[in-house]
């Protein structure tokens, strides 16, 4: 295979509570598989939300395009697990592609 176009997808994601909101003590963190992918490839952005039990926690539901020039090719159903001491961990992987070669800035992301 010859010369692959490659794209850089940078991630300034806002983790809304990673500094903590230690009143409610939630923890929201965004993580990409990779901030670099070939044209056309995929990668997964995991969204996680560690709270405590009982509370309700609605992950985006997004659909499509993130943002122009970036696609949602699947969102996975949100997962719930049980961490212990009280606590709740919620995740769901959004799994991405670009068919440009370019730089983008994904934006934040709202958890409720």
Same mark, same amino acid.
Request: hydrophobic share 35%; proline share 4%; net charge positive.
């Given at each position: 295979m010859n010369k692959i176009e490659r794209i850089f997808l940078s991630v300034f994601l806002i983790w809304f509570g990673i500094a903590s909101l230690s009143a409610q003590s939630v923890l929201v963190e965004a993580k990409i598989d990779s901030v670099e992918i070939p044209i056309g490839e995929q990668t997964s952005l995991r969204l996680t !939300?560690?709270?405590?039990?009982? +509370?309700? !926690?609605?992950?985006?539901?997004? +659909?499509?395009?993130?943002?122009?020039?970036?696609?949602?090719?699947?969102v996975s159903p949100v997962e719930k697990k049980d961490v212990g001491n009280g606590r709740m961990e919620w995740s769901r992987i959004y799994t991405l592609t670009s068919f440009d070669q370019n730089l983008y800035y994904l934006p934040p992301f709202s958890v409720k």
């Open positions: !939300v560690n709270c405590d039990k009982g +509370k309700n !926690v609605q992950m985006p539901n997004l +659909k499509d395009t993130l943002i122009s020039g970036v696609e949602i090719i699947r």
